[in-house]
């Protein structure tokens, strides 16, 4: 089972990439194991009870009827209908428990070790690691990193209309509705790279609003928090210099941040460590230079009717700043 | 009782049968001419109308449906924009449910129901033309708009904010709320018509306890729709007020909930389902009972588990909103009363079960479709007990897998049923029979096509691929099933292609109908095929629940009502004893006039809230018009 | 059903006939919403005309051959809504009454109601403390946002105008034409810091 499990994984894995496994079948999480051992669970008693229903069914039609003409007697059909009511009631009420418990199994606990606010805009997710200390505070998008076997709770806020946070390797959904503060529990058993997708129709990217559940190792996750409550690294690369002035003095700064620059626009995402997302567009397209150019030169191609113009560039301009962005890790 | 030539109130006692066919026809007839279909109330005509202008959006909406699926078929296929898809699935799924399956249901009843309890026509026929004529223009609004691009892009359920004020540009949420308003007035008009026909019209001797279950599970629709209906009308003229004259409803910001819209939405919603699914359940009884050639078994508990479900329907709309935040203790309550909905149901599979094992079943084409309804529906309420868990409800709700889900309920449980009732009665509505041969291969192609096309929607959902989506990317992996499921909803249609050339072609050259083609034993088979236009030449009288098989030669009838004006009989609430000769309404053209000048209304108080005051002024005037006293016992009516 | 009485016939062809005709004789008439407008468009627009005195002037020729979009179109005039509060707009010029800046609402266009007059007081800048927005926005945006801004001071409502935002409610939505509500309550008092009136 484990090792079928481990083997399901690594080819998944392989297949998707590094978008990461989606999958309410392929639970790494508590809240999600527990879920698929109710999926399952009362997926093999309602196929037995179909089963049975339809083998009911085939020997009603067929069989073979007495050549008499005598109506059967009525009180054993009500018999024959009485007890299947009863057994009815009797699945139905266990089912009904089974479902209680696990809903307890999967709640959020009193006090857990992490929270991180996740607001949801069109068409993307705003990432916020909360300190007590302000100047610990960070904020990213679109990908959550988390310490593997941790109870984290993710507190979901809408900033514009009703998403859905749902990550079904990790655990069910929950949707982020504006004027009220939804939480979800999140937890990764093992390290890994975990996808989710906007689940409620929010508009016309709802399709491309995808985020990563990164579940780091514990010195990994405080490795990469560390990074991230840096600011935005100074360029060396002369593409790259010269990528952070055209950046800065072009319509981009308006609207996104680079910690450490006077770009502190708060409309898009927060670039400060683009470099070191997976992915960029919400999930859209792998972060590379290449895509990164491909996504700044046209983004109402790729993500038709997001809230990024296609800002006029050269294309020497679109060269820099592409390579600016990729140095941001 | 003497019969007096004066023309003023002649009976028909005594009559013999051409003279009474003659005199009732030149009363209750349709005059012939554009103007006379205009102005008809016989509810056979509007009926048909209804059935068949519901089919055309059953096949637009499939169009649309097809349109998905070519465009889901590839992943980031580029068929579709996403404000295209967006108005796409937001009409497939608005036009099914209040544009095809609701009508639909309604419009068969509009036909059948006055036929089997045995009276000449509708209750307030006048208000059914009405209704017609006020769902027709609702339908074309959608559909002009849609042609424009001002199509609604909001989805079927028209989540605020997405669809408030803010975030929906243009007219396109208004012309949805506003549909809603027609199908809402059309829908609610029929629901009361068809209370009133059957608590006050049944023929004499139709007590209660012999009403045929068609009729049962109509009478429960209706009031579904009388009690459900409200909360949408509530929700979608308040959504109209954000949008229009700058309310708060909807709006957090000045103390308004976005979740009152969600609640709103789904008190009615979740009866919806029902307000589709229980005629279905009157006609797989039906058909059950004449093709298993034996009255269905345990009529008392079908009667019952019908209100059961009724009542249950209105205590279950949370688990629409399992994922909405809101405290788990309730939905608890409402997993409980969800799963328990699948008692009544259950109850009532196990009833037809039981008439087909001790039934000598003839396998005719409405039958297999009764029998596909079986297979299909199980499993859609085997699914729905899984969603109605909430744990299990956080992982697939608003995936493939609850599209996969309402389809097998809905297609499974309404389409095939109502696929075999139009085969069941398309002789008593046409006059000629459906072909057999080609009913087969409809039912072959429609059975194999859907579960090819539906059933893998299950395993897409569990993989996490989520509902409203234009396209995913090419890295997930749903485009192999996705495919698949692209080809086989080619079968699908085909079927539906096979169908509509059988109806079509049917009702031109079809073998001629007798009467009783198939043996039934229900009032609407006891007249001709089709119809004359005042059903019966004489009212029968019931002593059974089959009236028809208890006594196929000499049916009892009453007598003494007129022939030279339109009469029919009252009858008292649970016995149905004759109390009153009633006149029904003439023909009339003031249903359409004031149907028009409602749309009118409803139209241009999308541009402009004043329209609600002038819009009002040719409203007023055509139901003057309508209400005017002509001094005849029709117009009193 | 399909019935060859003449009745059901006649239902049957009336729905069909009319939905058909709806979706061909109508679609002509569609105006469809534009998520990516052409590049060379985008860079015509920033090809208007402005009178010497900067009031008023002539939109390049393709906005009319478009159909002027940044005025009639729902879809613009949202996203100049949205514009309107994340460039920060309401900072100096509050709901569209004016705090810093002046109103739009009092019935005075400093430079006119024009298109292209907005248009250039944004991208431009005017004097006074009206930064220019050129390297902020493209000009799409900046069209976009001046249609917006032209709708709420439009003395008749706009077919097309949005609607109120979800947010706190301090002026009339845009749909019901705020500045003709509001001018009739008169002008808000001159702005004495802000020099004299071009």
Redesign the interface.
């Known amino acids: 089972m484990r090792t079928a499990r481990i083997l399901q994984l690594s080819i998944i894995a392989a297949v998707a990439g590094c978008s990461g496994n989606q999958s309410a079948l392929d639970p790494q999480g508590a809240p999600a194991i527990h879920v698929e051992h109710l999926i399952i669970g009362i997926t093999v008693i309602c196929a037995a009870v179909w089963l049975l229903v339809m083998i009911v069914l085939g020997w009603a039609l067929l069989r073979k009827r007495p050549s008499d003409s005598s109506q059967p007697g009525e009180r054993s059909l009500t018999i024959s209908v009485g007890s299947a009511v009863a057994a009815t009631v009797i699945i139905i009420t266990g089912l009904t428990i089974a479902s209680f418990y696990t809903t307890r199994g999967i709640g959020l606990p009193e006090n857990a070790a992490l929270t991180i606010t996740v607001r949801g805009q069109q068409w993307w997710w705003q990432v916020n690691y909360a300190d007590p200390d302000p100047a610990l505070s960070f904020q990213t998008a679109n990908e959550i990193h988390i310490p593997v076997g941790q109870d984290v709770r993710v507190q979901l806020e809408s900033a514009d209309v009703v998403h859905s946070f749902w990550v079904p390797s990790l655990a069910g959904k929950q949707d982020l509705v504006p004027g009220r503060s939804n939480s979800l529990l999140l937890r990764a058993e093992r390290p890994g790279i975990y996808r989710g997708q906007c689940a409620e129709f929010c508009g016309l990217q709802h399709t491309h609003m995808a985020m990563m559940v990164v579940a780091d190792k514990p010195a990994d996750y405080e490795r990469w928090i560390a990074a991230q409550r840096q600011n935005g690294v100074m360029p060396t690369d002369p593409d790259a210099v010269a990528g952070k002035v055209a950046f800065l003095s072009k319509p981009c700064a308006a609207c996104h941040t680079v910690r450490g620059t006077p770009a502190t626009g708060t409309t898009g995402p927060d670039l400060t460590h683009i470099g070191s997302r997976k992915t960029i567009a919400a999930g859209l397209l792998e972060t590379t230079r290449g895509s990164l150019a491909a996504w700044i030169a046209d983004p109402q191609t790729l993500k038709p009717g997001n809230n990024m113009p296609m800002v006029p560039l050269t294309s020497v301009e679109l060269r820099d700043i592409s390579a600016y962005m990729e140095s941001l890790k | 009782m003497t019969i007096r030539e004066d023309g003023q109130n002649l009976r028909d006692t005594g009559l013999g049968e051409i003279e009474l066919d003659h005199r009732l026809s030149a009363t209750w007839s349709?005059p012939?001419g554009?103007w006379g279909?205009l102005s008809?109330v016989d509810h056979k005509?509007i009926g048909?109308?209804y059935?068949?202008?519901a089919?055309?959006f059953l096949a637009?909406g499939g169009l649309l449906a097809m349109a998905m699926r070519l465009q889901l078929s590839q992943p980031e296929a580029r068929f579709i924009?996403?404000?295209r898809y967006?108005q796409i699935f937001t009409m497939h799924g608005t036009n099914m449910m209040f544009l095809f399956a609701v009508p639909v249901m309604e419009a068969m009843a509009v036909y059948l129901v006055p036929l089997m309890v045995g009276t000449r026509n509708i209750a307030f026929p006048r208000l059914n033309a009405f209704s017609y004529w006020m769902y027709?223009a609702g339908?074309?609004l959608l559909?002009?708009a849609?042609?424009?691009?001002?199509g609604p892009d909001i989805?079927w359920f028209a989540?605020v904010?997405?669809s408030?004020?803010?975030?929906a540009?243009?007219?396109r949420a208004d012309i949805w709320a506003q549909m809603i308003t027609f199908t809402e007035v059309s829908a609610l008009a029929v629901a009361v018509e068809i209370v009133v026909t059957v608590f006050k019209q049944r023929a004499p001797g139709m007590s209660l306890d012999r009403i045929p279950l068609f009729v049962w599970s109509m009478l429960v629709t209706s009031f579904l729709i009388i009690l459900a209906m409200p909360a949408i009308m509530i929700a979608s003229s308040t959504l109209i007020l954000?949008?229009?004259?700058?309310t708060?409803f909807?709006?957090?910001?000045?103390g308004g909930?976005?979740?009152l819209w969600q609640h709103l939405f789904w008190f009615f919603g979740h009866p919806e389902v029902y307000i589709i699914f229980l005629p279905a359940v009157g006609m797989v009884s039906t058909i059950v009972a004449t093709f298993t050639r034996?009255p269905v078994?345990?009529y008392l508990?079908m009667v019952m588990a019908l209100v059961a479900t009724g009542v249950l329907a209105f205590g279950l709309w949370v688990h629409h909103m399992f994922?909405?935040?809101l405290p788990?203790l309730g939905?608890?309550f409402f997993?409980?009363s969800s799963?328990?909905i699948?008692?009544p149901a259950?109850?009532q599979?196990?009833?037809w079960?039981?008439t087909?094992?001790?039934g000598?079943?003839v396998f005719r084409t409405p039958f297999l479709f009764v029998?596909g309804f079986?297979?299909i529906f199980?499993?859609g309420g085997?699914?729905g007990?899984?969603v109605?868990?909430?744990?299990?409800?956080?992982?697939?709700?608003?995936?493939y897998f609850v599209v996969a889900h309402f389809h097998y309920v809905l297609v499974g449980g309404a389409v095939f049923p109502l696929l075999g009732a139009?085969y069941y009665w398309?002789p008593k509505?046409?006059?000629r029979m459906m072909s057999e041969t080609l009913g087969r291969w409809v039912f072959g192609l429609i059975f194999t096509g859907f579960n090819l096309t539906f059933f893998p929607m299950h395993i897409l959902g569990?993989?996490?691929m989520?509902?409203?989506?234009?396209?995913?990317?090419p890295?997930?992996?749903w485009s192999g099933l996705n495919m698949f499921v692209s080809l086989s909803a080619v079968i699908l249609a085909a079927g539906f292609l096979l169908f509509f050339i059988d109806?079509?072609r049917s009702?031109?050259t079809g073998a001629t109908a007798p009467a009783n083609p198939w043996g039934a034993s229900t009032l609407e088979w006891a007249t001709s095929s089709?119809p004359p236009p005042y059903n019966f030449a004489r009212l029968p009288v019931v002593g059974s629940l089959e009236p028809l098989s208890n006594n196929p030669e000499t049916l009892p009838v009453a007598s003494g009502l007129s022939v030279d004006r339109r009469e029919l009989i009252v009858s008292s609430v649970v016995e149905a004893l004759p109390e009153a000769r009633e006149s029904s309404p003439d023909n009339s053209i003031w249903p359409l006039w004031s149907a028009l000048a409602t749309t009118v209304l409803l139209i241009w108080s999308i541009?402009?809230p004043w329209a609600v005051v002038w819009g009002s002024i040719p409203v007023s005037i055509a139901l003057i018009g309508w209400f005017w006293p002509k001094g005849t016992p029709e117009d009193d009516a | 059903m399909f019935g060859d009485i003449n009745d059901a016939k006649w239902s049957f062809l009336a729905t069909f006939l009319l939905v058909v005709a709806g979706a061909a004789f109508l679609g002509w008439a569609q105006q469809p919403r534009e998520l990516r407008t052409d590049p060379p468009l985008v860079a015509d627009l920033d090809r208007f005309r402005l009178m010497s005195n900067s009031i008023g002037g002539s939109p390049p020729e393709s906005y009319f051959a478009e159909g002027k979009p940044y005025e009639s179109d729902a879809y613009n005039l949202s996203q100049g809504q949205r514009l309107y509060t994340w460039f920060g707009c309401q900072s100096c010029h509050g709901d569209g009454r004016g705090n810093v800046g002046p109103s739009f609402l009092d019935g005075w266009w400093l430079y006119g109601p024009e298109m292209v007059s907005i248009v250039a007081s944004i991208r431009d800048g005017r004097p006074h403390g009206m930064p220019a927005f050129r390297d902020r926005m493209t000009i799409e945006q900046i069209w976009q946002l001046a249609g917006y801004v032209q709708t709420i001071g439009a003395y008749s409502t706009k077919v097309a105008a949005t609607g109120r935002r979800d947010d706190r409610h301090t002026r009339p939505a845009e749909n019901r034409a705020p500045a003709k509500i509001l001018f009739n309550e008169g002008p808000v008092g001159a702005h004495p810091d802000q020099g004299p009136s071009p």
């Open positions: 349709t012939s554009l279909a008809s005509i048909r109308r059935i068949v202008t089919f055309v637009l924009g996403p404000d967006n027709l339908g074309l559909w002009i849609f042609a424009v691009d001002t989805g989540y904010p997405l408030g004020p803010q975030y540009a243009g007219k954000d949008r229009l004259v700058g708060h909807f709006n957090p910001a000045e909930d976005v979740l034996r078994f345990g508990a994922v909405a935040g788990r939905e608890s997993t409980a799963m328990a699948a008692i259950g109850l599979i196990f009833c079960l039981a087909m094992w001790a000598r079943p029998i079986m297979v199980v499993i085997m699914t007990v899984m109605a868990s909430v744990p299990f409800d956080t992982q697939v709700h608003d995936t139009i398309f509505i046409t006059g569990l993989q996490g989520p509902r409203r989506i234009y396209t995913y990317q890295e997930m992996p109806a079509i009702s031109a089709p541009f402009t």
